[in-house]
């Protein structure tokens, strides 16, 4: 797949904007036909006694003789500010700047722009300056950190234009001590089309695949003459989750401006996360062969309990960020004091849950292995048939436990990379390319798992004849032989449960 997104750096253009009373009704275009008239630097304004209210930094996007495309899917705007120092002008401590923005759209040259979005946004200044203050130093600039501008959760429209005024009102104390501000620069990133068809050509081609399995699945255990089990009914809910995160309604986004569709995808996301990490412990909880609750949810309310705050913090935190942001695109959680400590708050508290799961998760696996170790010890006793059957069970256990760490690695690594994509422009085009094998490789992974899962824990379908029922395996004839390890027949214990308690021994 190519890279998933691009990262276009855009300039702004100093726009003079003299019709004070028109503010609200009119557009200022940096380029082209109707262009705005211009300034070249703050120095030329104050020659022409220009205020700083009647400047405009105008940004139209995409750069000229290009379009926007609904392929994209989103966009996402970082600011930077190009601050001098000066020693008469120079930049407070925790300088806050105050932004009117505004965001329009068109989709034809000819066409007016229409407004989207318009608000006041106030953004904490992080700079540092690495030379001492003094006169020799007059000119150079502060090293300021990029500030979250902007997100808009669909490219509906091949056109879009930003104007911001810096409004200075020293009475009030807006935009006062934050330095001589030179320009206002933009980092737009969107997701690339080829990735998107990619990306869709993925979930269209999975969704039926795991939608066969399922249904294969759940009719194999109809067909029995017991109750699904515990373990049964979690796994085909991994596949309802996986199936609900397939669905490519994405194919929509291409027709309709749905600005939702980030925000959705992300409480996609956290049900199939949240469902998978309940998954493996409840996996991990059936197969502790000597403990007393099995096959009731309520076992382990213990270990879902901290996955079901934690996903619930997040979905918290998801709807404070994004959610504000279907109706104001330029709104951002980090943004002020108490939103950052909200937002640190919710995160650290995942995070915690995250520890604890993993605690519990590593302490069932290491009972788990060491219960088959000592289970394995009374292998040789029994006779031949009996042994081959029961050391299937515990290679094959052995080997999707094996590759249940791998997959929960490899998840974690990629929530850590996914962390890293919204500031891939710092790191250089090798972490995209990384990325995007990363996004396919792991969603592919995911969903060979649940597969698999299916596939090797669907009930078995064969009967066993008189003979070798009575023999060797010791079972009932026509008893259906599992390959779980829970409880699998109405008239009891399947042999794996039996070896787990002892009974196979005495």
Request: net charge negative.
């Given at each position: 797949?190519?890279?998933?997104?691009?990262?276009?750096?855009?300039?702004?253009?100093?726009?003079?904007?003299?019709?004070?009373?028109?503010?609200?009704?009119?557009?200022?275009?940096?380029?082209?036909?109707?262009?705005?008239?211009?300034?070249?630097?703050?120095?030329?304004?104050?020659?022409?006694?220009?205020?700083?209210?009647?400047?405009?930094?105008?940004?139209?996007?995409?750069?000229?003789?290009?379009?926007?495309?609904?392929?994209?899917?989103?966009?996402?705007?970082?600011?930077?500010?190009?601050?001098?120092?000066?020693?008469?002008?120079?930049?407070?401590?925790?300088?806050?700047?105050?932004?009117?923005?505004?965001?329009?759209?068109?989709?034809?040259?000819?066409?007016?722009?229409?407004?989207?979005?318009?608000?006041?946004?106030?953004?904490?200044?992080?700079?540092?300056?690495?030379?001492?203050?003094?006169?020799?130093?007059?000119?150079?600039?502060?090293?300021?950190?990029?500030?979250?501008?902007?997100?808009?959760?669909?490219?509906?429209?091949?056109?879009?234009?930003?104007?911001?005024?810096?409004?200075?009102?020293?009475?009030?104390?807006?935009?006062?001590?934050?330095?001589?501000?030179?320009?206002?620069?933009?980092?737009?990133?969107?997701?690339?089309?080829?990735?998107?068809?990619?990306?869709?050509?993925?979930?269209?081609?999975?969704?039926?695949?795991?939608?066969?399995i399922m249904v294969w699945?759940?009719?194999?255990?109809?067909?029995?003459?017991?109750?699904?089990?515990?373990?049964?009914?979690?796994?085909?809910?991994?596949?309802?989750?996986?199936?609900?995160?397939?669905?490519?309604?994405?194919?929509?986004?291409?027709?309709?401006?749905?600005?939702?569709?980030?925000?959705?995808?992300?409480?996609?996301?956290?049900?199939?996360?949240?469902?998978?990490?309940?998954?493996?412990?409840?996996?991990?909880?059936?197969?502790?062969?000597?403990q007393n609750e099995r096959?009731?949810?309520?076992?382990?309310?213990?270990?879902?309990?901290?996955?079901?705050?934690?996903?619930?913090?997040?979905?918290?935190?998801?709807?404070?960020?994004?959610?504000?942001?279907?109706?104001?695109?330029?709104?951002?959680?980090?943004?002020?004091?108490?939103?950052?400590?909200?937002?640190?708050?919710?995160?650290?508290?995942?995070?915690?849950?995250?520890?604890?799961?993993?605690?519990?998760?590593?302490?069932?696996?290491?009972?788990?292995?060491?219960?088959?170790?000592?289970?394995?010890?009374?292998?040789?006793?029994?006779?031949?048939?009996r042994r081959l059957h029961?050391?299937?069970?515990?290679?094959?256990?052995?080997?999707?436990?094996?590759?249940?760490?791998?997959?929960?690695?490899?998840?974690?690594?990629?929530?850590?990379?996914?962390?890293?994509?919204?500031?891939?422009?710092?790191?250089?085009?090798?972490?995209?390319?990384?990325?995007?094998?990363?996004?396919?490789?792991?969603?592919?992974?995911?969903?060979?798992?649940?597969?698999?899962?299916?596939?090797?824990?669907?009930?078995?379908?064969?009967?066993?004849?008189?003979?070798?029922?009575?023999?060797?395996?010791?079972?009932?004839?026509?008893?259906?032989?599992?390959?779980?390890?829970?409880?699998?027949?109405?008239?009891?214990?399947?042999?794996?449960?039996?070896?787990?308690?002892?009974?196979?021994?005495?």
């Open positions: 797949a190519p890279s998933p997104t691009t990262a276009v750096p855009y300039m702004s253009v100093k726009c003079i904007d003299v019709r004070k009373n028109h503010h609200k009704t009119k557009w200022l275009m940096p380029w082209g036909p109707n262009h705005c008239e211009k300034l070249k630097d703050f120095d030329e304004a104050v020659s022409r006694q220009i205020e700083a209210n009647d400047i405009v930094f105008a940004v139209h996007i995409p750069l000229p003789s290009k379009e926007m495309s609904p392929w994209f899917q989103f966009m996402l705007f970082i600011i930077q500010l190009d601050i001098a120092f000066k020693m008469d002008n120079d930049l407070k401590e925790n300088a806050e700047i105050t932004l009117d923005v505004s965001l329009a759209y068109r989709d034809d040259v000819f066409d007016d722009w229409e407004e989207i979005a318009h608000a006041v946004e106030i953004r904490k200044l992080k700079c540092t300056f690495g030379s001492p203050k003094t006169l020799d130093s007059e000119g150079r600039h502060y090293d300021c950190d990029f500030l979250p501008f902007m997100e808009i959760g669909s490219v509906a429209h091949k056109y879009y234009l930003i104007n911001i005024r810096l409004p200075v009102n020293e009475r009030k104390g807006i935009n006062v001590g934050i330095g001589e501000i030179k320009d206002i620069r933009l980092v737009g990133i969107h997701q690339n089309g080829g990735f998107t068809k990619v990306w869709f050509a993925m979930k269209t081609f999975l969704t039926p695949s795991i939608l066969i699945y759940w009719r194999r255990i109809t067909l029995m003459t017991r109750a699904p089990v515990l373990l049964e009914k979690v796994i085909f809910a991994l596949g309802i989750s996986m199936t609900f995160i397939n669905i490519p309604v994405e194919w929509f986004s291409i027709g309709f401006d749905w600005t939702w569709m980030l925000l959705f995808g992300d409480i996609r996301q956290g049900i199939f996360y949240a469902m998978l990490l309940s998954f493996w412990i409840i996996f991990c909880g059936e197969h502790m062969m000597d096959n009731r949810l309520s076992g382990y309310w213990k270990q879902v309990g901290p996955i079901a705050v934690g996903s619930f913090c997040l979905f918290i935190f998801d709807m404070c960020e994004r959610g504000v942001q279907l109706k104001n695109p330029f709104y951002s959680i980090w943004t002020t004091e108490v939103g950052t400590e909200l937002a640190m708050a919710f995160i650290i508290v995942a995070g915690i849950c995250l520890c604890l799961y993993f605690l519990f998760l590593c302490f069932m696996v290491f009972q788990v292995f060491r219960n088959i170790s000592g289970k394995q010890s009374s292998l040789p006793a029994m006779s031949k048939a029961y050391e299937g069970l515990i290679f094959r256990f052995k080997f999707l436990m094996l590759i249940t760490l791998a997959c929960a690695a490899m998840t974690v690594i990629f929530f850590i990379v996914s962390q890293v994509t919204e500031g891939h422009w710092k790191w250089g085009d090798i972490t995209i390319e990384v990325n995007s094998a990363f996004f396919t490789g792991i969603y592919g992974m995911w969903n060979l798992y649940v597969f698999a899962l299916m596939f090797l824990y669907a009930p078995s379908h064969k009967n066993y004849g008189e003979d070798q029922s009575n023999g060797d395996l010791g079972v009932n004839s026509g008893e259906e032989l599992q390959l779980t390890t829970t409880i699998t027949h109405v008239d009891g214990p399947t042999e794996v449960y039996k070896l787990a308690r002892k009974e196979a021994q005495e």
